[in-house]
């Protein structure tokens, strides 16, 4: 069914928003533009006033609730992992083009003991999907060898933990050479892709860390754009990020003062960003000792829960997701909020994760109430 929906805002003044090529540039570097998780949307330097910058040009039910979406690198996929055990992998430019028939590529029932997936990342080659599952297991799926008569692809566990009521997340490094994924104990594992070794595992207080602690889990990731850093946040109140380049040295825990439901760089890793139950808090990084520190938080004040988040690729401004299925639209520049959508044309219930496609200029919103919208800007 063709679907175009025109979202009016609450705010009259917003900014045009354009589509353009630094996006693709990035998509190379941040793996949060692509496979794992959120993108961003790129956006002119000025401000102006037009009445609806948003359509929605798909929207698509999954079924139940919908935990986690992801992009291809190069655009031509869509999956998404829902409360139905089921991971579908979507066709874009069918969904673009209204060929229903092949909507679908395929859909994998995720194993009984995995419950269902919580978290997903494509390689950078598109072949693969990995998954964090509700009790802690993350797995590998080969697209390129499923039966779609059986809903299942060939897979291999990276991990398996057997816990219950989990909420791992799993990120790319922005080469594709490593994966991170958040673990029940409170730490975070970092695999070698090309052979699934282990390379090190991350704890808050020191680093490496042999995986006791069991407290203090990470519930989002993000890595910065070049790749040293990567910054994990709990709902214990804390923000920890480790150095790469240092032996994956821990170098910053921020006390933050309230649990961190997302969290993002800004392009140029001079800004970070986090979602709570106020709304945005951002926070200036200093890199000039060599370590980074960061400042004292803003907060971009929201009616609801901010459950995720991402930068637009010049950094000015922020696209966030609430527990009320709103997204809106922040000017980091001039701390205010830019736009935000209306019930009528928000999700029904909250959102649980967003993601960009520059491949195709769509972003794309995962919902409680079973439904995935994609976006366009105008």
Not at 139 to 151: E, H, I, M, Y
Not at 154 to 175: C, I, M
Not at 244 to 259: C, P, Q, S, Y
Not at 278 to 292: A, F, K
Request: glycine share 8%.
């Amino acid at each position: 069914m063709k679907l175009h929906v025109y979202i009016p805002f609450l705010v009259g003044c917003i900014t045009a928003v354009s589509l353009a090529a630094a996006a693709v540039a990035l998509e190379s570097t941040n793996p949060r533009l692509t496979a794992t998780s959120i993108a961003a949307l790129n956006t002119p330097q000025h401000v102006a006033q037009v009445s609806s910058p948003f359509s929605v040009v798909r929207s698509i039910s999954h079924g139940n609730s919908v935990n986690a979406l992801a992009f291809s690198r190069d655009g031509r996929w869509l999956a998404t992992a829902g409360g139905d055990s089921k991971i579908r992998v979507w066709n874009v430019n069918a969904l673009l083009q209204e060929d229903e028939q092949n909507y679908v590529r395929v859909v994998i029932n995720i194993p009984t003991s995995d419950t269902y997936a919580t978290s997903l990342a494509f390689s950078a080659d598109g072949q693969w999907l990995v998954t964090g599952t509700y009790n802690g297991d993350f797995r590998r799926w080969d697209l390129n060898a499923c039966d779609p008569q059986r809903s299942t692809c060939n897979t291999a566990l990276l991990q398996e933990k057997g816990y219950r009521g989990v909420d791992p997340k799993v990120s790319f490094h922005p080469s594709g050479t490593l994966l991170a994924g958040s673990n029940y104990d409170g730490t975070v594992t970092i695999w070698n892709w090309a052979d699934s070794s282990v390379q090190t595992i991350l704890e808050p207080e020191t680093g490496a860390h042999d995986g006791s602690r069991l407290d203090g889990r990470f519930s989002t990731l993000a890595f910065s754009n070049n790749g040293r850093y990567l910054a994990a946040g709990t709902h214990n109140k804390s923000i920890t990020l480790w150095d790469f380049a240092e032996n994956f040295d821990r170098v910053l825990t921020i006390e933050t003062n309230l649990g961190v439901e997302a969290v993002d760089f800004s392009p140029n890793g001079e800004m970070l960003a986090n979602g709570n139950l106020q709304g945005v808090e951002l926070r200036t990084l200093n890199y000039r000792r060599s370590r980074p520190r960061a400042s004292a938080p803003q907060l971009l004040e929201n009616p609801s829960r901010v459950t995720s988040l991402l930068f637009s690729p010049d950094g000015r401004y922020v696209l966030s997701g609430d527990s009320d299925g709103t997204l809106a639209i922040w000017d980091v520049e001039d701390m205010d909020l830019v736009g935000r959508s209306d019930g009528q044309h928000s999700h029904a219930r909250g959102i649980l994760d967003i993601t960009y496609d520059p491949v195709n200029g769509l972003y794309a919103s995962a919902s409680i109430d079973g439904t995935v919208k994609l976006w366009r800007l105008q």
